[in-house]
């Protein structure tokens, strides 16, 4: 038996080092090391081996095969090594080599402006409308009769307004207060919101028109809203949004949904109040409109106008963009020019 064992072992040593991958190594290690293999089936035949030969030979075979097992762990980390070190330096990446440029888009202005004023309004309180009460694609009811906009106002006409030929009373929104509407028919006052979007009108394109454009509206309702405090929710508006305060006037105007009306100017950025062609020589630049809102309009939308009141303002996002980098014509805005894009 002692013969046989040291023969299997010779066997094994000499095709162990024959081995030269890990392949032919794993072969050598199911032959001799295995469940199947002679070492095993020597330990099967001990059983008929004389009591005082059993310890000295299971002792010699345990040697024998722990040696074994050794031997194939050391050469198998060597293979392994060897092995991994071929793979790298065939997958090896020089990277002092110069990549390929990918150009990546980024933020388009307008939508840096309209974060740049939603951020703004955010941190003066208000909260963003939410989108169910916001669409595009609106009914008269909530893009005019609701807004105190009579049947007969000149605002409904087909010829500043988009209306939907198969759909009756259907129109692409004017103006972002539909979301206004639509937020006090839903919501109890007190109500702080505002509601940036895509507003559509029937106009010819020009330098300073487009039928496409940004709108930004605000909302303040609650017990004993008043005039200062819009005023005062503007003017840090205009200054936290131009980067200081400006000289600005509040002038008398007229709109449906608001009652007093003012439009609001700020010095024109270009020549200081002087008088320029961007201003027309007044020395200033009209940027939005604002004012309390009408009786009529909280009463339409079930808000007691003797308890509670409100005022709203509605800002065009290109005509900001353009007053604050001084950009002469809207339609840059949307050429998708990447000359003027890559300014911003």
Sequence with gaps: MENKIQEIKKEALTELENANDLKSLEAVKNKYLSR???????????????????????????KVWNELENLINEKND?????ELKEKLLKEKIDITLNGNYIPMGHVHPLTQTVNEITEIFQNLGFSLAKPKNSPEVELEKYNFDLLNVPKEHPARDVQDTFYCDNLENVVLRSQTSNAQARTMMNTKPPIKIISPGR??????????????????EGLYV?????????????????????????????????????????????QCIMCQGKGCSVCSGTGWLEILGAGMVDPNVLEAVGIDSSVYSGFAFGMGVERLAMLKYAIDDIRLFFNND???????
């Design 222 to 266: 609650d017990k004993n809203v008043t005039m200062a405090q819009l005023k005062g929710v503007l003017n840090e508006f205009i200054r936290l949004y131009f980067g200081q305060a400006r000289p600005t006037r509040y002038r008398s105007s007229f709109f449906p949904f608001t009652e007093p009306s003012v439009e609001i100017d700020v």
């Design 338 to 344: 990447e000359r003027f894009l890559k300014q911003f």
């Design 78 to 82: 060597i293979f392994y090594k060897k």
């Design 199 to 216: 507003v559509y009108r029937n106009e010819n394109v020009s330098a300073r028109k487009n039928n496409l454009f940004h709108q930004i």
């Design 36 to 62: 199947n293999s002679e070492f095993n089936n020597l330990k099967k035949g001990m059983k008929d081996l004389a009591p005082e030969q059993k310890p000295v030979i299971g002792a010699l075979i345990n």
